[in-house]
């Protein structure tokens, strides 16, 4: 079973950029599709992006397309969520997570192995 581990979270100014890494062991890792979600007291978390096993496909919320960018090396057993442009509504704590490839994206009950996340704060 594949473990994801998030690293990479902190403060930032509104405007700044952030790059989140998530490494996953314990499994074969371009066997799973790849998401990130994120989420803030007393709400459910949501989904931010997903990337296909080869990183051929992508898939964004729409809340953070064309800010964020979710990439994958597979070799390094890792993907990466490059964040651009933040606002204070970004603040959250982000989660990395796996999937099955016949799950279908976007939904967190498709995400069967979680991390423990990591807290990204933007301030204003």
């Known amino acids: 079973q594949v473990q994801p581990v998030e690293s990479g979270g902190g403060l930032v100014q509104a405007g700044g950029s952030l790059r989140l890494s998530c490494a996953a062991s314990?499994?074969?890792?371009?066997?799973?599709?790849m998401g990130w979600f994120r989420q803030t007291p007393g709400k459910e978390r949501e989904f931010v992006a997903d990337?296909?096993?080869?990183?051929?496909?992508?898939y964004y919320a729409d809340a953070v397309k064309g800010r964020f960018t979710i990439s994958r090396d597979n070799a390094k057993n890792t993907v990466y969520l490059q964040m651009n442009s933040l606002k204070p509504e970004d603040t959250a704590r982000y989660y990395c997570?796996?999937?099955?490839?016949?799950?279908?994206?976007?939904?967190?009950?498709?995400?069967?192995?979680w991390g423990q996340g990591t807290q990204v704060t933007v301030s204003s």
């Open positions: 314990g499994g074969t890792f371009n066997n799973y599709g």
């Open positions: 990337i296909n096993q080869s990183g051929s496909r992508t």
């Open positions: 997570a796996a999937r099955n490839p016949w799950s279908p994206e976007g939904s967190r009950h498709s995400y069967g192995y």
